[in-house]
């Protein structure tokens, strides 16, 4: 730990924080005068924002589906696995193929008659439609991540409780929130954590898809250390993604918690 992490953590504040001249805030100040960062930051939050939820969602209804147990079950476990096989870089220039202007999906479009000329949707006058196109990418690429978490967590749970449950009249709907959510906390809990710290962490399939037209903090990480040859800002960037990751991960412990008395 101290060698993987703790010894790059020093010296990646030493780097942010110094410079020839000792401590200064120097680098900060050219990082927050960088029209760039604060889009990467808006960017980065409005995906996490956007994201995890949907994929918390898409993966417990997934894993229910699964509980109950439907005809080819392995086969629907193995085919919703399969985005976890594939690269970053790899998923976002299968879904540029799809949304390019030339794509699939334009050509879909004109061909339906749905359109003239298809739509611009990595056009980089067009915020909205880039990020659609980067949150889409994501749910894809990531969503199963969270669903083998979370099937994991389901197969946790006693039967009993839901049969008592349904013993005492509970709809589907109480069940699921009185019974199977609060049982469950444990591992959305890590789920929520590991989702998040990796949609900080997202850089490939948004470069694939948008470059820096919708730039996020790792980008602009990659930016300042390899084209603009400045390992001090980037550690500046980097830390800003270590502290929001840090923030959310106390957040996550705080409020999912297991119910006292379940082990």
């Known amino acids: ?94 879904w540029l193929s799809i949304f390019d202007n030339r794509g699939y999906l334009n050509s879909l479009l004109v061909s339906l008659g749905l359109s003239e000329n298809g739509v611009q949707w990595l056009n980089y006058e067009n915020t909205t439609t880039m990020l659609l196109t980067v949150v889409i990418a994501e749910l894809w690429r990531a969503t199963s991540l969270v669903f083998v978490i979370v099937v994991a967590g389901v197969q946790m749970i006693p039967r009993e409780y839901d049969e008592a449950a349904q013993v005492f009249g509970a709809t ?21 954590i590991l989702r998040t710290i990796l949609a900080l962490q997202a850089f490939a399939v948004a470069q694939a898809l948008t ?20 390992p001090a800002v980037a550690s500046a960037v980097a830390l800003v993604v270590l502290v929001i990751s840090l923030g959310t991960a106390v957040l996550y412990l705080r409020t999912v918690r297991q119910p006292e008395g379940v082990r």
Do not use: K
């Open 1 to 94: 730990m101290l060698a993987l992490f703790g010894w790059p953590l020093v010296q990646g504040v030493l780097s942010a924080f110094t410079d020839d001249g000792g401590f200064t805030f120097a680098h900060w100040e050219r990082l927050f005068g960088d029209p760039y960062f604060l889009r990467a930051l808006r960017n980065t939050l409005l995906l996490i924002v956007i994201v995890v939820p949907v994929q918390v969602v898409l993966a417990v209804g997934m894993a229910l589906l699964m509980q109950a147990r439907p005809r080819f079950a392995s086969g629907h476990f193995y085919l919703w696995c399969v985005p976890l096989a594939i690269s970053e870089l790899a998923a976002g220039l299968v």
């Open 172 to 192: 589907f709907w109480q069940r699921l929130r009185h019974v199977t959510l609060p049982l469950l906390g444990p591992s959305l809990q890590v789920a929520l």
């Open 211 to 230: 470059g820096r037209d919708f730039p996020l903090l790792v980008g602009e990480t990659y930016e300042w250390y390899v084209v603009l040859q400045n």
